[in-house]
Every structure is written in structure tokens, then in C-alpha cells.
């Protein structure tokens, strides 16, 4: 599969960027991957959608480990490492650091007629009113609801264990370059109303939220 590598910083953290075709993909490219056997029933598209984030997570790693899979489909990263992949379209990325919280999403900008018809699954009426006082375009602002909660829910989860629907988080802030979610209910080891700060930027029409946190 033909990929490309780079890397770009987002609040101070190195964000390991592959740019890949998916038309390239061959089923060859996954016996890099120790863990190929894992995805022979995947279709085509979940395949190089993987493959894709592995080599971003490879990279990440300072191309000395491949995360593998969990029970729940999560990365399986090292000892002692937190580190979270995302991508979309023909974009992986990933980062890690030495424990704590990360998570990353990238999303391409969701259409605002699309937002429409799923904005009531992912806000509620409190945060549409909180996206349109922020002044930014719905499309982009509502695009960033729906990732950074992504990215805080792959943040949780190796503690957590558990699905955490849209509903399980509110945006209470949303800023030029961050952004705050506050936890609607318990997710022990985390309590109701805890606040999360996430980062993000915009790279042509995708954006990219970010949580490292203690």
C-alpha cells in the first residue's frame, strides 16, 4: 500500500501522520503485522484503515512496536505506554506517551445537512445552543462535539471497560484551539461532572481533537 509519513505538533505533542490509497492495498501489506491473522475476515477498507494506523502507530513508537489488538478492538500498546490511532479517509494518525491519559480522533468536516440529521445522537439541545454562540461554522463546530468525544472515550476506556455512548460527556467550552467536555454520569474510576480539556486543530477538511492528560 503506497503511504506517506509526516508529523505535526498539536498543544506540544508530536502527532505521527501517515497519508495512505486504500486502492493500493494488497492482502501482502498485512503480513507486517504480527497480528494479521486477526483481521482475515475484515473487509478491504478495514484492512488498510488498520494497516494505515499501525504504521502511524509504529512511527509513534519509535518503530520498535506494533500494537496489537484487544478483546474490544482496542491497540494493545506497551508497558509503561498510553497511546491512542484514529483515521479517516485516507488519513491514519497516532501518538503516545509514558502513562496518563491520550486519545486523538480525526474526522473529515461532517456536511452540515448530514450534521442535522445526527446531531440529536451526539448533543444535546444545551450544546447545540453552546456550537452556535461559539461563532464557528455548525459544520465545523459540530464535527468537533462528535470527535473530541471520541477521543475522550479512547482517553477512558483502559480504565473504564466500558461503551460510553455520546450522551456520556457534554461540550461546556469550545474555543478557537480547545475545547472542554464535562462527564454527565459516573464513569468510575471517573466521577460525574469531571472536566477534560481537549486540543484540536484543522487541516484542510479534517480536524483533529486531542486529550493528554494526567
Given at each position: 500500500m503506497q503511504t506517506s509519513y509526516s508529523t505535526f505538533l498539536l498543544a506540544g505533542y508530536t502527532v505521527h501522520r501517515i497519508t495512505?490509497?486504500?486502492a493500493t492495498f494488497t492482502e501482502a501489506d498485512l503480513l507486517w503485522l504480527p497480528h494479521y491473522q486477526?483481521?482475515?475476515?475484515a473487509g478491504r477498507k478495514r484492512k488498510a484503515d488498520h494497516l494505515a494506523g499501525r504504521i502511524a502507530a509504529f512511527h509513534a513508537l519509535n518503530r520498535k512496536n506494533i500494537p496489537g489488538i484487544g478483546s474490544s478492538g482496542e491497540p494493545l500498546w506497551p508497558a509503561?505506554?498510553?497511546g491512542s490511532i484514529s483515521h479517516s479517509g485516507m488519513q491514519a494518525?497516532?501518538?503516545c506517551r509514558e502513562n496518563g491519559l491520550v486519545g486523538i480522533d480525526c474526522e473529515a468536516i461532517i456536511v452540515e445537512s448530514e450534521a442535522r440529521e445526527i446531531q440529536d445522537g451526539v448533543i444535546d439541545a444545551q450544546e447545540a445552543q453552546l456550537l452556535v454562540a461559539s461563532h464557528l461554522p455548525f459544520d465545523l463546530a459540530f464535527t468537533l462535539a462528535f470527535s473530541a468525544k471520541e477521543s475522550l472515550?479512547?482517553?477512558l476506556f483502559p480504565q473504564?471497560?466500558?461503551w460510553m455512548g455520546f450522551d456520556s460527556a457534554r461540550v461546556t467550552a469550545l474555543a478557537a484551539d480547545n475545547l472542554t467536555l464535562t462527564l454527565t454520569r459516573p464513569l468510575p474510576?471517573?466521577?460525574q461532572n469531571q472536566v477534560f480539556t481537549l486540543h484540536w486543530c484543522r487541516i484542510d477538511s479534517m480536524v483533529i481533537t486531542l486529550i493528554c492528560d494526567a
Open positions: 495512505f490509497d486504500p486477526q483481521l482475515s475476515q509503561g505506554i498510553s494518525v497516532a501518538i472515550f479512547k482517553a473504564v471497560q466500558a474510576p471517573f466521577a
